[in-house]
């Protein structure tokens, strides 16, 4: 069975630091991309940042970019997100999510999925 | 980064409804959507990719259509399973960005 499963999560004060974590298994980790998307209390979803196979190509939202950084161990088949400077903002369930890459043949197109989803770690971030 | 927009925010249904969903990007995005049902303390869970092209094993009274900058998401025939929030999620570009979502209610 293939399982993504979050860590980390905890209160932390604002400007403060905390690391997350997704270990994953039932599938070759080293294939996929890997994503890190949050939902705010009541709020809707963002994505908040991606990661390449081989951590070579990174993406981030804006509002995170020069505060977290997404990165994996394809060894530990574990991806993790380290926030600093955190905000009340990033006050969120953060879930991990794997990068499935379909292809349809009709409209000769791929396409980015995320099929496979942890339960979320829960951030929060006050004084 | 590309906008997001669906509507209705929140609509009520019964079971046995038709329910049509709408989610309109800022810009042309071919057909680069996936929709996403999320049910209340759960991981949003991946309906149809590539605008129309439903998941292995959902439901077919879930369908998806439209390209550019105009999609839906139409449920055919409502479930009690089905009450949930979807959302569209653009992969044309990056950031990656979701509508705020459509709350179906039970009526």
């Known amino acids: 069975e293939m399982q993504l499963v979050e860590s980390g999560g905890g209160l932390v004060q604002p400007g403060g630091s905390l690391r997350l974590s997704c270990r994953t298994s039932?599938?070759?980790?080293?294939?996929?991309?890997m994503t890190w998307v949050r939902q705010s209390p009541g709020k809707g979803l963002e994505w908040v940042a991606n990661?390449?196979?081989?951590?070579?190509?990174?993406h981030y939202v804006d509002s995170v970019e020069g505060r977290f950084a997404i990165s994996r161990d394809n060894g530990k088949s574990s991806l993790y997100l380290q926030m600093n400077s955190l905000r009340a903002e990033d006050t969120a369930v953060y879930y991990c999510a794997r990068d499935q890459d379909v292809y349809n043949s009709q409209t000769d197109i791929w396409y980015d999925v995320n099929d496979i989803w942890g339960q979320g770690t829960i951030v929060t971030v006050s004084s | 980064a590309i906008q997001m927009t669906q509507s209705p925010s929140s609509l009520s249904a019964s079971a046995g409804d038709r329910v049509i969903i709408s989610c309109r990007a800022s810009?042309?995005?071919?057909?680069?959507l996936g929709w996403y049902q999320q049910k209340p303390g759960k991981a949003p869970k991946l309906l149809i990719y590539?605008?129309?092209t439903l998941l292995t094993g959902v439901p077919s009274r879930f369908s998806g259509s439209g390209s550019g900058t105009d999609f839906t998401l139409t449920i055919s025939s409502l479930q009690p399973e089905d009450f949930a929030t979807y959302y569209c999620l653009q992969d044309y570009s990056y950031p990656r960005t979701f509508g705020p979502g459509t709350k179906v209610n039970i009526k």
């Open positions: 039932g599938f070759d980790f080293s294939n996929f991309w």
């Open positions: 990661i390449k196979q081989d951590g070579s190509v990174i």
């Open positions: 590539g605008a129309s």
């Open positions: 810009q042309d995005i071919r057909s680069d």
